[in-house]
């Protein structure tokens, strides 16, 4: 594939659920079909979700467990998910549009991972710090394709999420893979 040209790619999304916040659910799921209607979409709730809450959710779309942490979470919505590419996203998260077609531009081979470059702010409005890599970068907007996943292996269910990622980012460049950090696709 070459970089800079729009490509059409095979994906779903992954909402993750720790709180499951049904209301939160509903908006992420509502920007999906809104802005990708017809893409698969599924959610993953912490193994002691309520059944209750379980149930209700399932009414909204296919729904999972994982373990305790956010990293049994992100394993479970990969592994469960789309066949090819799967953008993770925290509950809550309203989807844009265009933000596939903007990754779509990076996307040169399956073994690339994508994820945002998240600015922090002051009051003045000035940069204060940038998260360009991916062990510091929000979960949001993760974007990796399923066979790169099950090549590295899953994140650790360690109780630090930097480390987990920070860990697994050397598993999947010892596999080959390449980090991008993309500006500008930021999710709400």
């Not at 009414?59 to 998910?81: F, W």
């Not at 309203?94 to 991972?113: A, N």
């Not at 596999?175 to 500006?183: D, E, P, R």
Request: some cysteine; aromatic content about 10%; hydrophobic content about 35%.
């Amino acid at each position: 594939m070459q970089l800079h040209q729009y490509k059409k790619l095979n994906f779903g999304f992954g909402i993750l659920s720790p709180e499951q916040n049904v209301g939160a659910i509903i908006c992420t799921a509502r920007s999906i079909k809104n802005y990708y209607p017809g893409t698969p979409f599924l959610c993953v709730v912490p193994r002691n979700a309520n059944p209750t809450i379980v149930k209700e959710i399932g009414s909204i779309c296919p729904v999972y467990k994982g373990k305790e942490t956010i990293t049994s979470l992100m394993n479970t919505a990969i592994r469960r998910g789309h066949k090819e590419w799967n953008l993770l996203a925290m509950e809550g998260t309203t989807i844009r549009s265009g933000i596939i077609k903007k990754y779509s531009l990076f996307v040169e081979e399956e073994s690339d991972i994508l994820f945002p470059i998240v600015m922090e702010y002051n009051r003045k409005g000035e940069v204060t710090e940038i998260k360009n890599k991916f062990p510091d970068a929000s979960i949001n907007g993760t974007f990796i394709h399923q066979k790169t996943f099950k090549l590295t292996g899953d994140f650790s269910d360690c109780e630090s999420l930097f480390e987990s990622k920070l860990w697994w980012t050397a598993q999947a460049m010892d596999k080959g893979s390449k980090f991008k950090a993309i500006l500008g696709t930021k999710l709400i």
